[in-house]
């Protein structure tokens, strides 16, 4: 059932790995690559939660969600085989609105199947294995680039405005993991009907509003459960922190570690490969550390064990700033992978017991708004934070992102977890 996520994975870890090296590959000055990304976000806003919407209406050969999987992992392998072809900025920009929009085709779904699929004593496991199957894929990608050129002499420098064999080599194999991952997924897997799902969860199956799909979605919107509109803020403070630190990390590593922006250098080249090798390192350290959690959580509480996972993360950006030598920049992966891995798990297994069972994509893909829309913020602003409060010095991302993880652990101090407290939610609406 997730195993199409190490797939996806792969896609995701490629680019938020390669595409600002990309970008200054390409001419990109430091302080417009946070614009460049912002397609992205964007069309995450508007995809995410038209195909949750719906894919929670579709039922045909291939099921509920599987379609999206499908159709998605195809667009998706399509752009990562392009992009590394890109001639000019604009051209890799597009690219990346291709790449991100079709992955979301792709992503949200996948949560929204666990949900189907799993009773709610097993869904903190369920999205537990869908942290292992995304560390895992993303550590052979992010390392994409390192592995070709350390063990089988792929060239990783090319003349000033090219992109480098050992990147171009790793999108191919990215791409053709994440379909071969993704129709695994499709084709071993079946899916429950809508009525069989109704009648787990103890109710009809919920007939259609026969409203407009707008005016279906902003109602959904404005009746989200409270404890969605709680977390919300913690996905904000979370993923502005991660956003911060995918754009970043090549253009701070490079300066700070390895002395030099110049983009057509051995030096530079070798440390945007050791970015890649540090991304590994962290979804290695999330896929290890994705099946300690639900025995954390049922220590601490999902919302305990989400606070010190994401406290562990502000460590590790932290750390950036003062460890000298990159070989000891692993060490602070090890708190970034800790974060990721609940980050990616945490939220969801608490906002699924939330959530109605009928409208389980389309709520899945609003609450997507909260995690593109820190993104939209990070790529507005942090280029002018970096220019106008630390003389443009790309690593002062990190001292940003650990202060927003740190807001975001604290956040999670007013979420109500219904699987935690017998008593009603004291934030939900009368009905």
């Excluded at 614009?35 to 045909?60: K, M």
């Excluded at 667009?75 to 085989?81: C, M």
């Excluded at 799993?118 to 292992?132: D, I, N, V, Y």
Aim: some cysteine.
């Amino acid at each position: 059932m997730c195993f199409g996520f190490l797939g996806i994975q792969m896609g995701f870890a490629l680019q938020n790995a390669n595409v600002s090296r990309i970008f200054q590959t390409l001419g990109a000055d430091i302080a417009d690559i946070p614009i460049l990304w912002i397609a992205a976000p964007a069309t995450g806003l508007l995809v995410q939660p038209l195909v949750g919407y719906y894919s929670d209406r579709t039922w045909n050969r291939l099921g509920r969600r599987r379609p999206y999987f499908l159709f998605g992992a195809i667009a998706t392998t399509a752009a990562l085989i392009i992009m590394p072809h890109s001639p000019v900025l604009w051209f890799a920009a597009g690219m990346l609105w291709i790449m991100d929009a079709s992955i979301n085709v792709s992503m949200e779904p996948f949560r929204a199947f666990v949900g189907d699929m799993l009773p709610e004593e097993q869904r903190a496991l369920g999205f537990a294995t869908q942290s292992f199957f995304i560390g895992t894929g993303a550590v052979v990608a992010s390392a994409l680039p390192w592995m070709l050129v350390n063990w089988f002499d792929v060239s990783n420098s090319a003349p000033a405005g090219e992109i480098p064999d050992s990147v171009r080599y790793a999108f191919y194999i990215g791409g053709a993991a994440l379909f071969s991952a993704v129709l695994w997924t499709v084709l071993g897997t079946r899916e429950y009907p809508p009525e069989q799902l109704a009648a787990f969860e103890g109710h009809v199956a919920e007939a259609p509003s026969g409203r407009p799909m707008l005016a279906e979605l902003a109602s959904d919107f404005t009746h989200m459960p409270a404890t969605m509109r709680q977390l919300a803020v913690v996905q904000f403070f979370s993923w502005f922190a991660l956003f911060a630190m995918w754009i970043y990390s090549t253009a701070a590593i490079t300066a700070r570690h390895f002395g030099t922006s110049d983009t057509s250098s051995a030096a530079w080249n070798e440390g945007a490969n050791w970015v890649g090798v540090l991304f590994a390192a962290y979804n290695g350290f999330a896929a290890l550390f994705a099946f300690c959690l639900p025995p954390l959580a049922a220590r601490l509480g999902r919302r305990g064990a989400h606070a010190l996972c994401l406290l562990a993360g502000a460590a590790g950006f932290a750390s950036v700033l003062v460890i000298r030598d990159p070989q000891w920049l692993l060490l602070s992966m090890l708190g970034v992978g800790i974060a990721w891995t609940s980050i990616l798990a945490m939220p969801y297994a608490i906002l699924s017991v939330a959530l109605p069972a009928a409208k389980m994509g389309v709520y899945m893909g609003i609450f997507n708004f909260f995690i593109v829309l820190p993104q939209l913020l990070a790529a507005g602003l942090l280029g002018w934070l970096l220019t106008t409060l630390f003389d443009g010095r790309a690593d002062a991302a990190f001292a940003i992102g650990a202060g927003s993880l740190v807001l975001a652990a604290l956040s999670l101090h007013w979420v109500w977890d219904p699987a935690e407290n017998a008593r009603p939610d004291p934030l939900a609406e009368a009905h």
